[in-house]
């Protein structure tokens, strides 16, 4: 069966239009520039009447990885991403992409085609109350029951997106739906009415919360009195762009600061002021922290003691207020993190202090940072083969350094390679570290790898992945080749997760103890044949001398490719949780 593309007829109101092609004209009309996503019915024209009005489609294997590029293309560019999928299980599939967009509060739509409205509960082909399913995962679920629906549904679904806290929306297209049609005519009276209710929508988001002007005067008093201030930020902070108003902040106050993993490179990690090196230190003895675009959860131990104060009074900085409900700060400012650092700004302008460095909690901060950062160089610098995760990182990290501006947008998946990749790599300039996220997801690599090349064309993208999370996506190392994405791999392979087997001798017992343990992966595994299958380039190394070549050749080629390094399979160890020690 194929699907139906119902070309342009002529009615007495003039050329007809099916759902497929509303669809796209109502994306292309909104805004909408990539799609991502994996055809079939009842969803194949909708693609292909995309891509011809403009619109970059970009086809995955499975919607799970085409569901990570969507919701990572939405952090990287302030749009929402959009994910296109089949009905039922491929919707199922989707649900990944979305609900990590959700998690981690990154603006993306989910777009399924659903099956025949009047064969719904009849058993139809890939039948699934889709609406329901997505309901735990998405801020809005809406469903087209008529063509005529089409461009409103569109709107609504992307303008909730990345309303107040960005998210997950779905919407639902039935099969008949698709196949109707409408003259263009009245398509384009609905298509215009929905590109206005989007632009009523935007205005009445567009403000800053209900921060007022004596909660900004009682945040910068709180800053101004404390003996210990920390300025800390997440990618709450990076996605609204807060960047320039962050650096005012710091270089005016001179409060040291700490970003969490993915707010890193809002300021330079190199800063004087930077405090990751000192983190225990910093989050244990601060007496005021204010906390911009990053929530008190697991990532920052949920703000509480040992691990903080006992009376650290928290300033929170975010747009939803519900998050700040929960938290029950010392005070709460509700709006987008760039506009209350402004009005912050402003309010220190008119009454300026500044620590300076010689201020002994800033001292204290320098310090310690300096202290571990030596101690981390002694480490470095050895060159350790068989390697182990320090030494190929460090060479990493250097030629990642070496590109120069636009810096490389740096993406970190893996339990051992996350972990050390997260204390060693550099990040230099904003919304270039993409990690596990606030779920601490595996399998998200390649999809945002795919995203950060779409996005952000002019720099290339670097994926420090550990074997077992690359394993999660690996094939579409294809779909790097098909569009020749400026993406390097490069595979920690350790032969496993954490890198091998790792089980005791009482562990190795039953009538089965003669299988794999359940780390084990195949020891040695090539990696590099995988892209070689599909014309890309393929690099096995297991020496610094050769890690560096590969890595100067592949840098300078911008071509797709992946490095395979052959790691000790006992340099690891097994790591759920960050574990911080400095």
């Not at 990287?76 to 991403?81: A, D, F, S, V």
């Amino acid at each position: 069966m194929a699907d139906l593309d119902l070309k342009p007829q002529n009615s007495q109101n003039g050329p007809e239009l099916d759902g497929n092609q509303l669809v796209a004209k109502s994306l292309s009309r909104l805004g909408v520039t990539h799609m991502f996503g994996v055809v079939g019915i009842p969803v194949t024209s909708v693609a292909t009447r995309a891509v011809s009005l403009g619109i970059r489609f970009i086809a995955f294997h499975n919607e799970q990885s085409a569901g990570y590029a969507a919701s990572a293309f939405g952090y990287l560019t302030g749009r929402p991403g959009v994910l296109l999928t089949v009905s039922a299980p491929g919707c199922v599939h989707g649900l990944a992409g979305l609900s990590n967009g959700m998690a981690n509060t990154w603006p993306i739509v989910m777009i399924s085609g659903s099956c025949d409205q009047k064969d719904a509960g009849r058993g139809d082909f890939q039948e699934l109350d889709q609406i329901e399913a997505v309901k735990p995962f998405s801020k809005l679920s809406v469903k087209a029951r008529d063509i005529k629906e089409i461009p409103d549904c569109v709107a609504k679904v992307l303008e909730r997106a990345v309303s107040g806290r960005p998210g997950g929306c779905y919407l639902d297209l039935p099969t008949d739906v698709l196949h109707q049609t409408i003259s263009e005519s009245e398509a384009e009276k609905f298509l215009t009415a929905a590109a206005e209710e989007q632009s009523q929508l935007q205005k009445l988001s567009s403000g800053i919360g209900n921060v007022v002007s004596s909660d900004v005067e009682r945040a910068v008093s709180l800053l101004g009195e404390a003996h210990r201030p920390l300025i800390v930020f997440g990618k709450g902070a990076a996605y609204a762009r807060a960047e320039d108003e962050l650096k005012k902040l710091v270089e005016t106050t001179g409060i040291p600061f700490l970003p969490t993993p993915m707010g890193k490179g809002l300021l330079p990690d190199t800063h004087d002021l930077a405090a990751t090196a000192a983190r225990s230190l910093a989050i244990g003895k601060c007496d005021v922290a204010i906390v911009v675009g990053a929530r008190l959860n697991w990532l920052l131990h949920f703000g509480e003691p040992p691990k903080w104060s006992k009376d650290v009074k928290f300033i929170l900085v975010d747009i939803d207020k519900e998050e700040i409900d929960l938290r029950k700060p010392e005070l709460g400012l509700v709006g987008d993190a760039k506009k209350v650092l402004e009005m912050i700004n402003k309010e220190i302008k008119d009454d300026p202090f500044c620590l300076g460095k010689s201020h002994p909690w800033v001292e204290a901060i320098s310090t310690k940072a300096r202290e571990n950062v030596s101690k981390m160089e002694a480490q470095l610098v050895k060159d350790v083969v068989p390697f182990n995760f320090t030494t190929p990182m460090r060479i990493i990290k250097d030629a990642i350094l070496g590109v120069g501006s636009p810096a490389p947008i740096v993406v970190s998946e893996g339990a051992n390679t996350m972990d050390v990749g997260r204390a060693v790599l550099v990040q230099t300039e904003p919304r270039t570290r993409l990690d596990a996220g606030t779920w601490g997801t595996m399998g998200v690599g390649l999809g945002y790898c795919i995203a950060a090349a779409v996005a952000s064309p002019d720099r290339l993208v670097v994926a420090v992945e550990g074997d077992s999370g690359f394993g999660f996506s690996a094939i579409e190392v294809e779909t790097l080749v098909r569009y020749q994405l400026p993406v390097v791999v490069i595979v920690f392979n350790n032969g496993g997760v954490y890198g091998g087997d790792r089980r005791s001798p009482d562990e190795i017992t039953g009538p089965h103890k003669d299988d794999p343990a359940p780390t084990s992966f195949v020891p040695g595994a090539g990696y590099h044949i995988l892209i070689e299958a599909f014309g890309g380039k393929g690099y096995l190394v297991g020496t610094p001398e050769e890690l560096k070549s590969a890595l100067a050749e592949s840098f300078a080629a911008r071509k797709p490719a992946v490095i395979n390094v052959i790691i000790d399979p006992y340099a690891g160890s097994e790591s759920g949780r960050m574990q911080h020690k400095n």
